[in-house]
């Protein structure tokens, strides 16, 4: 006989629920940040560069003017801190970032609403509880697998925010770190040289 919904199996599906929508706004807030600091790298770029563009443009029209030393090193400062600009721009990904984390909230937001589906519906035509809660943890790990990560603090806020018990994040696995002789298997059978 097929497993029927009872109250543990609504609470773990509305504790997924929660967990769904509390990674979607993290991932949504996280994203929003990445998208700010991101315009606040690129308009000084833009703007920088277009002031030495402009100077250069004008210097090179009218080679006899004497240009002032001090107008040269302002000209040569701005150049360098626009390239410095661009340079953090191209390294720390702001906008490649932001963008994997909305594509991370889109999951988890689309997550939440199959899973509040499966809530409006009565219990006889939800299936089995076995099945659809396979579904449902195979669609949530897959899309943690392939989601940045969130972080500890700003994942409490949204643990608190949206009643988790669990105030630990999702995150992926680390890698196992490669074995060596040096060291026991077991902590246990380690010595200590006297």
Not at 34 to 41: A, C, G, I, S, T
Not at 164 to 169: L, N, S, Y
Request: net charge positive; with cysteine; proline share 8%.
């Amino acid at each position: 006989m097929p497993a029927s919904w009872d109250d543990s199996a609504e609470a773990l599906l509305k504790d997924w629920r929660q967990r769904s929508a509390a990674a979607s706004e993290a991932h949504y807030k996280l994203a929003s940040d990445l998208r700010r600091k991101n315009l606040m790298l690129g308009v000084p770029v833009v703007i920088f560069s277009s002031c030495v563009g402009t100077s250069l443009f004008a210097s090179l029209a009218d080679p006899e003017a004497g240009i002032a030393p001090a107008f040269k090193i302002t000209i040569g400062s701005i150049s360098v801190a626009a390239a410095i600009l661009a340079a953090l721009q191209t390294f720390l990904r702001f906008g490649e970032r932001a963008e994997k984390h909305v594509v991370a909230a889109d999951w988890y937001a689309a997550v939440r609403r199959d899973i509040e589906q499966v809530l409006a519906l009565s219990p006889k035509d939800r299936g089995t509880p076995r099945s659809c809660f396979d579904r449902i943890r195979k669609q949530m790990s897959k899309v943690g697998q392939h989601s940045p990560e969130i972080g500890d603090r700003l994942w409490k806020v949204m643990a608190a925010k949206y009643g988790v018990d669990d105030p630990a994040p999702p995150k992926r696995p680390l890698p196992a770190p490669a074995r060596t002789n040096q060291l026991p298997a077991d902590p246990s059978d380690a010595t200590v040289p006297i």
